[in-house]
Every structure is written in structure tokens, then in C-alpha cells.
């Protein structure tokens, strides 16, 4: 058997900021929002066109906490280290924590490589090319880059 992610699901504290955020800042859709019960408990569903890729979960009390087992980070691919780039402008346009200053490779002479930087409630993302990324700094030595932020 063969499986493939098929879309992620964040808890976060406040869905209107997260909406924000991953809407105008990544430019993922919103396919569809909600409120479960009397609880308003709020929910948003992400995507590419029809292709859900992000649910968002209003459940959460406290931001994102690495320490803890569970989610470590969220990648995302680019078609281009040129896309990448407009991604991190935008990123640093809305004020966005970044966990190294600009592209940075997967791993020290790795041809990938990415931005690495924080949503609104903490939780670490990546977003990453396969090949364009030849020059640029390796943070960990031959440690992934991706696994120590």
C-alpha cells in the first residue's frame, strides 16, 4: 500500500487571524468555513482551487509549543527559488518570525533548500524547492536544516 499526505490539519487560537494569514500572506483559497455545535467550536478549510491541502481547527488555548510530541513542522514545496523568494517578501512584509535570514539549504552542498519562519500562533513551516539552493548557506552543517529550528 502506497499513501500520500492528503491534507493537514493545525489547531489554532484564533481562526480569523490564521484565515489571514494563510490566505493573504501563502495565497491558499478558502474552500469552505464553519462552526460545529453550540460550543462554536470554528473550522476553516484551505486549498489549492478544489484541492483541499490545510484545515484549520479554533481549539486551541495556547500558541504552538515545539517541546511537545506531535506536529514538529509543516513543508511546503515552491515551483521556483524565484517563487520562493516572493514568498519570503511577503512573508517579511507581514511581519513574519523567520528562524534563518533568507533561503538557507536543506543541508550543506544540498541543491534544495528553503525560508523556514513561524504562523501567527508559532507553529514552525517551511516552504522549499528541490533544486536552486546550490549557494546558500547550510545553518546545520550535514544536520538538516529543516529538523533544527
Known amino acids: ?88 517578501q511577503a512573508l517579511r512584509r507581514h511581519g513574519a518570525d523567520f528562524a534563518h535570514d533568507g533561503v538557507v539549504a536543506h543541508r550543506e552542498g544540498a541543491a534544495s533548500g528553503g525560508i523556514f519562519f513561524h504562523d501567527p500562533d508559532g507553529t514552525r513551516l517551511e516552504i522549499s524547492v528541490p533544486s536552486g539552493a546550490e549557494s546558500a548557506p547550510a545553518p546545520h552543517g550535514t544536520a538538516p536544516t529543516c529538523g533544527f529550528f
Open 1 to 88: 500500500m502506497t499513501l500520500r499526505t492528503g491534507h493537514i490539519g493545525l489547531n489554532v487560537t484564533d481562526l480569523d487571524r490564521s484565515i489571514a494569514f494563510y490566505r493573504d500572506v501563502l495565497g491558499f483559497g478558502v474552500i469552505g468555513e464553519g462552526e460545529e455545535g453550540g460550543d462554536g467550536g470554528r473550522y476553516a478549510f484551505l486549498g489549492d482551487g478544489d484541492r483541499l491541502v490545510l484545515t484549520l481547527w479554533e481549539q486551541a488555548r495556547q500558541p504552538y509549543d515545539g517541546a511537545r510530541a506531535g506536529l514538529h513542522h509543516l513543508a511546503l514545496e515552491a515551483d521556483s527559488v524565484e517563487r520562493l523568494g516572493e514568498y519570503e
